[in-house]
């Protein structure tokens, strides 16, 4: 996440969809905020302290306010929860970004794939490849009519190029079929729930030729991934470097949180391995990478970690800190 960070107004919050809330932000007297690209996200610090990312969704075109739409997790860690029960409206909070890790590769055409409250960061995508003439098409997913956020705005840009499928009448979208369909040149971006883009990520290995599919994940591993049921590595060493600081992980806490302890500045959000605020480099040790930011096949030769929820495989990690 980039450092720069500034205070914007909540100027208006108005419902998108069943237990969706959308938030305008602006600079509180007006004026252009910093360019984004479609894909990119923000950071929030709301008013309890917790930081949250979130997609943009609103119009590029619109250089006086960023817009986020957040769905109510009843049973997450209270960002959201706290988003929908606070009077926001009229206050300021600390914003830090935008950045951009999805952002919309070079592509004869894309199909773009969303689930739920994934369809944020797919929204402007859908704006930007109408305003470029590219081919598109956009299939989006949620257990009910009600909970399809953006729909009429998405039907009135792309009209036949969208298809809305609310689950309850009309089952699971038929991912299988609407990757068949695209061309092998058109990029395939999704994001939604983790089942959602596992399927479209073994749908695409095993298409023929395989793709790669551009993916964003908002929500964090579930317990009962394999990846997750391998127990934490027990207590080991962290070396910061540039601090000159030696501190010990215990077993039951991470690398950001006793990083913090002397360096509360450090970069964080989701504190759980997927938005790729907390990644810092690694300059001696075998990291455990426990996070959905590092392609797994890039973790063998990557040179930085997502503090808050990796380890180490050696007993002391040096970081560049
Ligand atoms: S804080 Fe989000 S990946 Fe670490």
């Known amino acids: 996440m980039s450092s720069d960070s500034e205070r914007l107004l909540v100027r208006q919050a108005r419902w998108v969809a069943r237990d969706v809330v959308e938030l305008r932000l602006t600079r509180p007297a007006g004026g252009a905020l910093p360019p984004w690209e479609p894909g990119a996200h923000v950071e929030l610090t709301l008013p309890s302290g917790l930081r949250r990312t979130y997609s943009l969704c609103g119009d590029i075109a619109d250089g006086q306010a960023w817009t986020v739409a957040v769905h109510r997790a009843p049973d997450g860690r209270g960002g959201s929860r706290e988003i929908h029960d606070t009077a926001l409206v009229g206050r300021e909070l600390e914003v830090r970004g935008p950045v951009n890790r999805f952002p919309l590769m070079p592509a004869e055409g894309y199909l773009l794939l969303a689930g739920g409250i994934g369809v944020a960061p797919l929204l402007p995508m859908a704006r930007e490849l109408t305003a470029r003439g590219l081919p598109w098409r956009l299939v989006l997913g949620a257990r009910d009519r009600s909970r399809l956020a953006y729909a009429e705005e998405l039907v009135a840009l792309g009209g036949e190029r969208v298809l809305l499928v609310p689950q309850d009448k009309a089952g699971l979208p038929d991912l299988a079929a609407e990757l068949a369909a695209a061309p092998p040149t058109h990029a395939v971006y999704a994001c939604g729930p983790r089942p959602m883009l596992d399927a479209v990520t073994a749908l695409c290995r095993a298409a023929d030729p395989p793709r790669t599919p551009h993916l964003e994940r908002f929500t964090a591993a579930v317990s009962d ?78 040179t930085t970690m997502m503090i808050c929820v990796s380890r180490s495989a050696s007993p002391v990690l040096e970081l560049d800190l």
């Open 225 to 302: 991934t394999p990846e997750e049921s391998v127990p934490r590595s027990g207590e080991f060493e962290v070396v910061l470097n540039r601090s000159g600081l030696r501190m010990t992980v215990p077993a039951d806490r991470s690398v950001l949180d006793v990083v913090r302890e002397k360096l509360p500045d450090v970069p964080y959000s989701c504190e759980e391995g997927y938005c790729g605020s907390c990644e810092t480099p690694v300059t001696a040790g075998l990291p455990d990478h426990r996070d959905t930011v590092i392609d797994p096949a890039e973790r063998p030769t990557a």
